[in-house]
């Protein structure tokens, strides 16, 4: 039994996790990998690709172990990843930074989230705003904080925000404008006009903005702009990225922080008490990565785009209303021309039914909200074409 005190409490409980007796449950991800190695589905729930990165990425790494560099690298980060991804966002964004004060290395985007918060939450009279459907670790994070959350819901068919609603939510109390762009679990791009008027939110309330770009380099049409990048938003933005999906390599857990210098000082401050640092030989491979020329960067999106056209043309095959994404790994489809009015059930059911694992959006949103999201489903096309094509036609059997 676990004990009846403690801050594991508030992150269950944030993140819909605390059941009624106490105990904690697993999170859906475990859920269904779980069903999906009992059933041998496959899994096109977890975000994660079935295909390794590039090859001299993967040898950088590999270089970097057999070379010794396997202790702790400095608290901030290896000095030449810092200066690779101080160059990453002059290159891409035209940003100009000090790769000793503007950048932190982290072990993956959510310990730079979870810094972050910790960082700048005073108490449960701060609140965090963030777009629902939201990855399921904000939520949890926030509550970790003690801070409160305030959502703004993602609405169909293109779940985008009504710039109404965020207005409504972001107030003097307003800490953080907790933005993910391109998002997960929708797939979305935000609009041009969404992106300032956060911006111009968060100067009229005083507030901060923290960025979740992690699919930075997965847009489908055009590309990405960072929000630190907008008129009035530098010096109040903190921006997180990772390595993990431009590289295919989710399990190195190598992210970063910029962002203005005082900012990036609070996160270290925090960040320096959890991992303190982390992922030593990768640390160099990623910064390999980053040097990568423009045409690796485009190809990665084109590629990932041509994975999701035929993930969305077998799923609509199989009868599901497909919303075509912006971005990111994911796919929403609406199960209920199949019958589903509850996405849960029917992703529990699913891998016996069709041999293929998803996820409900329900996971993604607070409880009183679940009902606005009842028969959406996520899929991941971040896996080989034959993959997708064999769990197209086991759907369309279905």
């Known amino acids: 039994?676990?004990?009846?005190?403690?801050?594991?409490?508030?992150?269950?409980?944030?993140?819909?996790?605390?059941?009624?007796?106490?105990?904690?449950?697993?999170?859906?991800?475990?859920?269904?990998?779980?069903?999906?190695?009992?059933?041998?589905?496959?899994?096109?729930?977890?975000?994660?690709?079935?295909?390794?990165?590039?090859?001299?990425?993967?040898?950088?790494?590999?270089?970097?172990?057999?070379?010794?560099?396997?202790?702790?690298?400095?608290?901030?980060?290896?000095?030449?990843?810092?200066?690779?991804?101080?160059?990453?966002?002059?290159?891409?964004?035209?940003?100009?930074?000090?790769?000793?004060?503007?950048?932190?290395?982290?072990?993956?985007?959510?310990?730079?989230?979870?810094?972050?918060?910790?960082?700048?939450?005073?108490?449960?009279?701060?609140?965090?705003?963030?777009f629902e459907p939201f990855y399921d670790a904000y939520a949890a994070l926030v509550a970790l904080a003690g801070a409160r959350l305030v959502t703004v819901p993602l609405r169909r068919p293109d779940f985008q925000p009504d710039p109404d609603d965020l207005r409504a939510a972001v107030t003097d109390r307003t800490r953080i404008i907790l933005v993910n762009d391109p998002h997960n679990p929708t797939g979305t791009v935000l609009d041009p006009e969404l992106r300032s008027e956060i911006v111009r939110l968060a100067d009229r309330h005083d507030a901060l903005i923290v960025t979740d770009e992690v699919y930075e380099h997965l847009v489908f049409e055009g590309v990405h702009v960072a929000p630190a990048t907008l008129p009035g938003a530098w010096e109040r933005t903190v921006s997180i990225s990772s390595a993990g999906k431009t590289f295919s390599a989710t399990g190195w857990k190598i992210g970063w922080v910029t962002g203005p210098a005082e900012l990036v000082d609070a996160v270290v401050a925090v960040k320096q008490f959890l991992t303190y640092s982390g992922g030593a030989p990768f640390q160099p491979a990623v910064a390999t990565g980053l040097s990568l020329p423009d045409d690796f960067f485009s190809g990665v999106a084109a590629t990932l785009h041509s994975k999701q056209k035929l993930l969305g043309d077998g799923l609509r095959a199989a009868g599901f209303h497909v919303t075509r994404p912006g971005g990111t790994y994911f796919t929403v489809a609406d199960a209920s021309p199949l019958g589903a009015d509850d996405a849960a059930v029917f992703c529990r059911r699913l891998p016996e039914r069709a041999g293929v694992v998803a996820i409900p959006l329900t996971a993604f949103v607070t409880p009183e909200h679940r009902a606005d999201y009842a028969g959406l489903v996520r899929f991941a096309a971040c896996k080989r074409t034959d993959v997708l094509e064999e769990a197209a036609a086991r759907l369309a059997r279905m």
């Open 1 to 130: 039994m676990l004990p009846p005190f403690g801050a594991w409490r508030r992150a269950a409980r944030g993140a819909g996790l605390l059941a009624a007796d106490g105990s904690a449950q697993p999170t859906i991800f475990a859920e269904m990998t779980a069903l999906a190695v009992h059933t041998g589905a496959i899994n096109l729930g977890q975000g994660f690709p079935d295909e390794d990165g590039p090859p001299v990425v993967l040898e950088a790494a590999r270089d970097a172990i057999a070379h010794g560099v396997n202790q702790y690298p400095p608290g901030r980060g290896a000095p030449a990843l810092r200066a690779a991804i101080a160059e990453h966002q002059r290159r891409f964004y035209g940003l100009t930074l000090d790769p000793d004060r503007n950048v932190l290395v982290t072990a993956g985007a959510t310990e730079a989230l979870a810094a972050a918060l910790l960082a700048f939450v005073d108490g449960p009279d701060d609140e965090i705003v963030v």
